[in-house]
């Protein structure tokens, strides 16, 4: 158990939907990231942010949108979904923001048909 | 843009020594992290190389070379639970993290 939680385990839903995905960091992390993982595109690093802003920013789509709240943790908003979209959604956290150590939530798993 | 090489597969034996290559292509490296990722689950975090050099951690080591744009991952006296995905992944300056296809290891006894 990496102490990194993520809601819901499994996500179904339809193209043209929107779905919001919620990861709480370990106690102490202030930097959290998104990735998705699929099986045509292998892992991609999404965004990130630290205590509450954006840090950096990867391949995240426009219709794709993340927030960190003052508790600490995400939520990524998944809009206007396509086939494409399902995947597997993994949340990190870290302590700092360049080369901690990430822990790996168990991801959420979304399909979308 | 970013361009990472690993081996799709590699298999070893039991006990033995492997090694994992990796090769990039980037624009702004600041660091080069390895991951180990067993089927159906998270990926689990194992080094992460800024400085040119090998980095010992127990049973595996990384090697970075900056003016190369390489680096392996060394897995000694390997055991059944090291079969799994590996993945290489450049961070750059801009905080931004590409991934490699990933190599799976088999271990066979």
């Known amino acids: 158990d990496s102490g990194v939680t993520q809601t819901p385990k499994h996500l179904i839903t339809a193209t043209g939907q929107r779905v919001t995905l919620r990861c709480s960091p370990r106690?102490?992390?202030?930097?959290v990231y998104w990735y998705q993982q699929s099986l045509d595109q292998g892992l991609q690093f999404l965004i990130q942010y630290y205590n509450g802003e954006e840090r950096a920013k990867g391949n995240i789509l426009e219709r794709f949108s993340a927030q960190q709240f003052p508790d600490l943790h995400s939520e990524l908003n998944l809009s206007s979904l396509e086939l494409g979209d399902s995947a597997l959604y993994f949340c990190a956290s870290s302590v700092g923001t360049r080369g901690d150590e990430q822990f790996f939530g168990p991801g959420t798993r979304l399909t979308v048909l | 843009g970013q361009n990472i090489d690993q081996p799709t597969e590699m298999t070893a034996t039991e006990g033995a020594i492997v090694q994992i290559n990796c090769t990039y292509q980037t624009s702004g490296f600041n660091g080069l992290f390895w991951y180990q990722q067993h089927a159906g689950e998270a990926p689990t975090f194992l080094s992460y190389n800024v400085l040119d050099g090998l980095e010992e951690k127990g049973r595996f080591s990384s090697f970075l070379s900056r003016s190369k744009g390489y680096s392996y991952l060394l897995l000694k006296e390997l055991q059944m639970k090291d079969s799994a995905s590996y993945l290489c992944a450049v961070d750059t300056n801009a905080g931004k993290s590409t991934f490699g296809d990933g190599t799976t290891l088999t271990v066979k006894p």
């Open positions: 106690s102490g992390d202030l930097s």
